[in-house]
């Protein structure tokens, strides 16, 4: 006490407002502030087939669903002399070995870098191309996440214990590759018939009698398909039987929009003042109603987006998002803070990263383990805590999203991680990088169904090692 107040005393005199300030930090680089620099003006004009769209139109949420490409004819329409003929054959092969139906926003189309189409990240995420995809892994399967094995009624699934998935309908305004319910999402593809979700108020019917009979249930995330297909009139009355639930606290509306078509938010303002209503309802019966969204990408978000962004922050709702890990998208430390920053510049909470889920056709998008457990370690320090994503696996199996550091085993050689669930499921949950990763006598391995086994019940077998040696030296019971 005494040493610190002498400290105190002996300081220097206080300075005044005209002092210069001294700066103990360098000055920044300017194009470390890159993510305050948006994309303006009419890039879309520089489609052949926007060239002569005005901004009004391009803005006008039905026009962009109007003219969104849905086969590789359409696209071929839109960009023209923008590719050559051998990129458009190898889409079409693409379209037709893919488990996903095709549907690109002209927002999306016009974001693409169309003179590098093979490395442009929207590109990646939206349009496959036949000669990039690889064989996917032998331990995948279509609902790898058991969202069905865990759904009480068709649509519903209810895998923790105060919060359930529920899944609206089966549209959204794109088609993600990469899509986790290919299982249900989109029309039946040449590879995938398709589980039907439709949006019928007798399945949600069904759906609310069971969330009410479960006292346990809190919170529950509507999605889909995407909450931006649902007219503003099923909006509410979603938003309203489960805010008139007593033991119901917390919804979420789940949608892909903001990221893909952003002008909705601007210009369809019957949506915006349902959603702002329920929230308005909720808030005042103590309820948190929020939208989460889904932006992979730096390049997703334009001044169309911050302004309408800034529209749903004006109307007090809060945004979060929720991110996929994609090779050759966001997989570097540089592009993964740029979106960090660039999504907190428009005031939404970077809530999650998900290393990439086990789905049909695109292990060409999926990263290793490991990846993940890099960029979180960049990306932790250079922003706001709550700006920070908790990088997840949402684990094979029906384990639920584990955070990527907790493996209880990773065997970065045969990219076998094991997870644990204590509190949602007994039983170990495995994640698997990427075989093409991996180095050539372990890729001959997983080539063999017999070898396959043996190294996941090693892997299996180091986990349980490693959890009986912490548990007999932790004191938590
Ligand atoms: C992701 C998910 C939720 C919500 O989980 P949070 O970690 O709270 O975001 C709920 N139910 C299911 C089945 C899910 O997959
Ligand atoms: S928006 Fe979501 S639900 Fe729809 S296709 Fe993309 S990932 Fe799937």
Same mark, same amino acid.
């Given at each position: 006490?005494?040493?610190?107040?002498?400290?105190?005393?002996?300081?220097?005199?206080?300075?005044?407002?005209?002092?210069?300030?001294?700066?103990?930090?360098?000055?920044?680089?300017?194009?470390?502030?890159?993510?305050?620099?948006?994309?303006?003006?009419?890039?879309?004009?520089?489609?052949?087939?926007?060239?002569?769209?005005?901004?009004?139109?391009?803005?006008?949420?039905?026009?962009?669903?109007?003219?969104?490409?849905?086969?590789?004819?359409?696209?071929?329409?839109?960009?023209?002399?923008?590719?050559?003929?051998?990129?458009?054959?190898?889409?079409?092969?693409?379209?037709?070995?893919?488990?996903?139906?095709?549907?690109?926003?002209?927002?999306?189309?016009?974001?693409?870098?169309?003179?590098?189409?093979?490395?442009?990240?929207?590109?990646?995420?939206?349009?496959?191309?036949?000669?990039?995809?690889?064989?996917?892994?032998?331990?995948?399967?279509?609902?790898?996440?058991h969202e069905?094995?865990d759904a009480p009624?068709?649509?519903l699934t209810h895998r923790y214990p105060d919060k359930a998935l529920f =899944?609206?309908?089966?549209?959204?305004?794109?088609?993600? %590759? @990469?899509? #986790?319910?290919?299982? $249900? +999402?989109?029309?039946?593809?040449?590879?995938?018939?398709?589980?039907?979700?439709?949006?019928?108020?007798?399945?949600?019917?069904?759906?609310?009698?069971y969330i009410a009979e479960r006292p346990e249930l809190e919170d529950i995330v509507?999605?889909?398909?995407?909450?931006?297909?649902?007219?503003?009139?099923?909006?509410?009355?979603?938003?309203?039987? =489960?805010?008139?639930m007593?033991n119901i606290r917390r919804? %979420? @509306?789940? #949608?892909?929009?903001? $990221? +893909?078509?952003?002008?909705?938010?601007?210009?369809?303002?019957?949506?915006?003042?349902?959603?702002?209503?329920?929230?308005?309802?909720?808030?005042?019966?103590?309820?948190?109603?929020?939208?989460?969204?889904?932006?992979?990408?730096?390049?997703?978000?334009?001044?169309?987006?911050?302004?309408?962004?800034?529209?749903?922050?004006?109307?007090?709702?809060?945004?979060?998002?929720?991110?996929?890990?994609? %090779?050759?998208?966001?997989?570097?430390? $540089?592009?993964?803070?740029?979106?960090?920053?660039?999504?907190?510049?428009?005031?939404?909470?970077?809530?999650?990263?998900?290393?990439?889920?086990?789905?049909?056709?695109?292990?060409?998008?999926?990263?290793?383990?490991?990846?993940?457990?890099?960029?979180?370690?960049?990306?932790?320090?250079?922003?706001?805590?709550?700006?920070?994503?908790?990088?997840?696996?949402d684990a094979?199996?029906g384990g639920g999203k584990r955070?990527?550091?907790?493996?209880?085993?990773?065997?970065?050689?045969?990219?076998?991680?094991?997870?644990a669930a204590p509190s949602v499921k007994p039983?170990?949950?495995?994640?698997?990088?990427?075989?093409?990763?991996?180095?050539?006598?372990?890729?001959?391995?997983?080539?063999?169904?017999?070898?396959?086994?043996?190294?996941?019940?090693?892997?299996?077998?180091?986990?349980?090692?490693?959890?009986?040696?912490?548990?007999?030296?932790?004191?938590?019971?």
């Amino acid at each position: 006490m005494d040493t610190q107040l002498k400290t105190i005393g002996r300081g220097p005199a206080a300075a005044g407002p005209d002092d210069p300030i001294k700066h103990i930090k360098p000055s920044v680089d300017p194009s470390t502030l890159h993510h305050r620099q948006l994309l303006d003006g009419a890039f879309w004009q520089r489609i052949p087939a926007y060239r002569e769209v005005t901004e009004a139109q391009f803005l006008d949420h039905q026009w962009q669903a109007k003219n969104t490409i849905t086969n590789p004819a359409k696209l071929l329409a839109a960009v023209q002399d923008l590719v050559p003929q051998a990129f458009i054959d190898d889409v079409s092969e693409g379209f037709h070995r893919s488990p996903m139906s095709i549907r690109v926003s002209p927002y999306l189309l016009s974001l693409i870098d169309w003179a590098d189409p093979y490395n442009d990240p929207l590109r990646r995420q939206f349009v496959p191309v036949a000669s990039k995809l690889l064989p996917d892994h032998p331990k995948l399967t279509l609902d790898s996440l058991h969202e069905q094995a865990d759904a009480p009624v068709p649509g519903l699934t209810h895998r923790y214990p105060d919060k359930a998935l529920f =899944l609206a309908l089966d549209t959204c305004p794109v088609y993600c %590759r @990469f899509c #986790t319910r290919s299982y $249900a +999402v989109g029309v039946d593809t040449d590879e995938v018939e398709k589980v039907s979700l439709k949006a019928t108020e007798e399945r949600w019917e069904r759906a609310f009698r069971y969330i009410a009979e479960r006292p346990e249930l809190e919170d529950i995330v509507v999605s889909g398909g995407d909450s931006y297909q649902l007219k503003a009139r099923q909006l509410t009355l979603i938003g309203n039987r =489960l805010l008139e639930m007593p033991n119901i606290r917390r919804i %979420r @509306f789940a #949608t892909k929009g903001p $990221a +893909v078509m952003p002008m909705k938010l601007i210009t369809d303002t019957e949506w915006v003042d349902a959603l702002a209503a329920v929230v308005e309802k909720g808030r005042k019966l103590h309820k948190e109603v929020v939208l989460h969204t889904h932006f992979n990408h730096p390049n997703e978000i334009t001044a169309i987006t911050k302004r309408a962004l800034d529209i749903v922050f004006e109307r007090g709702i809060i945004v979060r998002n929720q991110c996929v890990l994609q %090779r050759g998208v966001n997989d570097s430390i $540089a592009t993964m803070q740029l979106l960090v920053k660039r999504l907190g510049h428009c005031q939404v909470h970077p809530y999650y990263v998900y290393v990439h889920d086990l789905v049909k056709g695109v292990e060409d998008l999926r990263t290793t383990l490991q990846t993940a457990l890099d960029i979180e370690k960049a990306v932790r320090g250079t922003t706001a805590g709550f700006h920070t994503p908790t990088f997840v696996v949402d684990a094979p199996g029906g384990g639920g999203k584990r955070v990527a550091h907790s493996f209880e085993h990773y065997d970065r050689a045969t990219g076998i991680s094991v997870f644990a669930a204590p509190s949602v499921k007994p039983g170990f949950f495995l994640y698997f990088d990427p075989v093409d990763t991996l180095a050539p006598d372990i890729q001959a391995r997983w080539a063999s169904p017999t070898e396959q086994e043996v190294m996941v019940e090693a892997a299996i077998a180091q986990a349980r090692a490693n959890m009986d040696a912490t548990a007999s030296a932790s004191s938590v019971r």
